[in-house]
């Protein structure tokens, strides 16, 4: 596929693949796709070990970093010297006892990779860019930034290093703002995607951010996962996708075995945008979890944004595990996010299969639009 | 345009455009498309001078009615006897009152055009079939079912008439099931539609029907309101779309002036499902009638359909002229049904112009997605 953004960033197709796996980062990249590596997941260590992974499999191919920034978080998260784990109300603890306990979870607290404060801040402005500062030691080729406009003094170090940086929006006005804060690439994600969402549906969104930002390039997300949608997203303006559920279910993804069972069951009304596991609304699939959450009786409702994620992460560690084991409760209450493309996730494949599969019903798609318009 | 579809019904282009005026239907059908009329609207008497209306101008040329038969409703309903306005509860009756009050609606209830016990039974299996049996009396090439599945009575008059059935779904499971009851054509409709909607993005849900139901032609629903979003639509698989938030704001339509002017200035953001209007969830401008009923302190919620029809149309007949008035209150409160595309409906044209427009746009969306292809 020849467009503009393919030569400008050195790809064969405009398939961005957004991934907390190094090993679907790898094999979109060496399919001929963008692989984009969600940093959150690491501290500045772990990722430039991961990075350092990818960098002895592509060969070169490009690659990228997305980090998350929201424009609000709970103050606490901006006080250096304050444990964010003191700031959990009582009740929010309260709660989350009496869940794992009514849903059967025997499984204790498990040791965490990070301390809460190291990964509550990592979606500061500070903390993102401690992270991108790693990157940027790597020969990437894109910094992603979700929620908020990403802050000046990552976009800084990107121009520095000719790094073009993307952002994620769900409506024209973020467009707007992104773009005034100095993003390079805009990525309008529709409602039906996974994770942080806004409202508006990818076919709505698409075309009206396409018109705002002209001549920013935009890629679409929310509803992708096969070649008819890939057209579909271009056929309404954007030079490329931008897709993450349709991995979740590839062999190289480290999706835990429970949730990955309970996705390729999933039908697309499943899903849910809800508070309950960062703080701020995400699509996820629909569980006992989010239902406790959003409608139990008891929930004492999520927290802000850094906070709800340490009480989501916690709990959530212990729930997998649990779930692993076959404790029938935790299998009810785990859940991870994903968008309504996961009623089309029936099937484990490799992910360069995936890319393939997506750019050879890309084209069939295009070749029979091509022949009704004649 | 040659599509199998366009050859079947007789059509340039496989655009439907479903409105309740029928100078929309007619400009639609004239323009090369096809115009649906909302029978709902009607009285089976004014349903056939309508028709006749039509069938004036159209020479000839195909045009169809939709009807509105939900698979769920209050029981009142199916009772002959009954007096549907003796099932609306007094709490809701203090509430409207209560509503009109606070909103300073001074003016007086207004005489309507049908008894209430017509009006409400029109969504009923009988009803529709009554409004069926004049339109089938016209020479009519479509009659469409909103909500459940055709009732067998209505498939078997239309049947022996030579005239295709066409059923909106939201699922993929209602799309089986309207299969099953006889429909020859779906309309996949997304959560982004205006109307009556369920909770799937368009992105999704189409291609996931058009596999379902196969061989069967599906027309996709939600969020199309210009050519690129009818091409996409089109490379999901769908064989044409069915649009109508876009003749709102046309020069034939005959939406309120004052709701006219909200829909001008609305984004995508001012949308919400509510079951405000007609018990159902159906997607609509968010106003003070959908926020007091959604989520005012003293809402007694809505009631089943067609109850809370009812309540909302003597409520909203009263609104709509107070708002002509320039009540400043009226206009907080009017809203109508509406889909996301509302954001990109900023200036009044005619219906043809609207038709043409789109059959352009989507045509150089093909040109384009073709050049990336080779």
Same mark, same amino acid.
């Given at each position: 596929?020849?467009?503009?953004?393919c030569?400008?960033?050195?790809?064969?197709?405009?398939?961005?693949?957004?991934?907390?796996?190094?090993? %679907?980062?790898?094999?979109?990249?060496?399919?001929?796709?963008f692989?984009?590596?969600?940093?959150?997941?690491?501290t500045?260590?772990?990722?430039?070990?991961?990075?350092?992974?990818?960098?002895?499999?592509?060969?070169?191919?490009?690659?990228?970093?997305?980090?998350?920034?929201?424009?609000?978080?709970?103050?606490?998260?901006?006080?250096?010297?304050?444990?964010?784990?003191?700031?959990?109300?009582?009740?929010?603890?309260?709660?989350?006892?009496?869940?794992?306990?009514?849903?059967?979870?025997?499984?204790?607290?498990?040791?965490?990779? +990070?301390?809460?404060?190291?990964?509550?801040?990592?979606?500061?402005?500070?903390? !993102?860019?401690g992270?991108?500062?790693?990157?940027?030691?790597?020969?990437?080729?894109?910094?992603?930034?979700?929620?908020?406009p990403?802050p000046p003094?990552?976009?800084? !170090?990107?121009?520095?290093?000719?790094i073009?940086?993307?952002?994620?929006?769900?409506?024209?006005?973020? +467009?707007?703002?992104?773009?005034?804060?100095?993003?390079d690439?805009i990525?309008?994600?529709?409602? $039906?995607?996974?994770?942080?969402?806004?409202?508006?549906?990818?076919?709505?969104?698409?075309?009206?951010?396409?018109?705002?930002? +002209?001549?920013?390039?935009?890629?679409?997300?929310?509803?992708?996962?096969?070649?008819?949608?890939?057209?579909a997203?271009m056929?309404?303006?954007? =030079?490329g996708?931008?897709?993450?559920?349709?991995?979740?279910?590839?062999?190289?993804a480290?999706?835990?075995p429970?949730v990955?069972?309970?996705?390729?069951?999933?039908?697309?009304?499943?899903?849910v945008?809800?508070?309950?596991?960062?703080?701020?609304?995400?699509?996820?699939?629909?569980?006992?979890?989010?239902?406790?959450?959003?409608?139990?009786?008891?929930?004492?409702?999520?927290?802000?944004?850094?906070?709800?994620m340490?009480?989501?992460?916690?709990?959530?560690?212990?729930?997998?595990?649990?779930? =692993?084991?076959?404790?029938?409760?935790?299998?009810?209450?785990?859940?991870?996010?994903?968008?309504q493309v %996961?009623?089309?996730?029936?099937?484990?494949?490799?992910?360069? $299969?995936?890319?393939?599969?997506?750019?050879?019903?890309?084209?069939?798609?295009? =070749?029979?639009?091509?022949?009704?318009?004649?």
């Amino acid at each position: 596929m020849r467009t503009a953004l393919c030569e400008r960033l050195g790809v064969e197709f405009p398939l961005f693949a957004f991934s907390h796996c190094r090993d %679907v980062v790898a094999a979109v990249t060496n399919a001929g796709g963008f692989g984009v590596l969600g940093a959150i997941a690491y501290t500045p260590e772990q990722l430039d070990t991961e990075l350092t992974w990818i960098d002895e499999r592509v060969n070169g191919r490009p690659y990228g970093v997305d980090v998350l920034v929201p424009g609000k978080l709970d103050a606490s998260a901006l006080d250096r010297d304050a444990h964010l784990t003191d700031f959990i109300p009582e009740r929010h603890r309260d709660f989350v006892t009496h869940l794992l306990s009514k849903y059967g979870v025997s499984t204790p607290p498990q040791p965490v990779a +990070a301390s809460a404060d190291e990964f509550g801040r990592r979606v500061t402005a500070a903390g !993102a860019t401690g992270l991108i500062d790693v990157a940027l030691k790597h020969p990437i080729g894109l910094i992603a930034s979700a929620l908020g406009p990403p802050p000046p003094e990552m976009v800084a !170090a990107a121009r520095q290093a000719g790094i073009p940086v993307a952002a994620l929006v769900g409506t024209v006005e973020h +467009a707007h703002r992104q773009v005034a804060a100095g993003a390079d690439l805009i990525v309008a994600q529709g409602t $039906e995607a996974g994770g942080h969402t806004g409202e508006i549906a990818t076919m709505v969104l698409v075309p009206q951010v396409v018109d705002a930002v +002209a001549p920013v390039p935009v890629l679409a997300a929310g509803g992708i996962a096969s070649g008819r949608q890939m057209a579909a997203a271009m056929a309404l303006g954007a =030079e490329g996708v931008w897709c993450g559920s349709v991995w979740l279910t590839t062999e190289e993804a480290e999706t835990a075995p429970a949730v990955k069972r309970k996705l390729l069951a999933a039908s697309s009304l499943d899903t849910v945008r809800s508070r309950s596991r960062t703080g701020k609304p995400a699509r996820q699939l629909k569980s006992a979890w989010t239902e406790e959450w959003d409608s139990g009786q008891e929930s004492p409702g999520p927290l802000g944004m850094p906070l709800q994620m340490l009480v989501a992460e916690a709990a959530m560690a212990r729930v997998g595990l649990a779930a =692993e084991r076959g404790e029938p409760g935790a299998v009810e209450l785990a859940n991870y996010f994903v968008g309504q493309v %996961v009623g089309q996730l029936d099937q484990v494949k490799p992910a360069r $299969e995936v890319v393939y599969e997506m750019v050879s019903e890309f084209a069939d798609a295009v =070749e029979r639009l091509s022949s009704l318009s004649q």
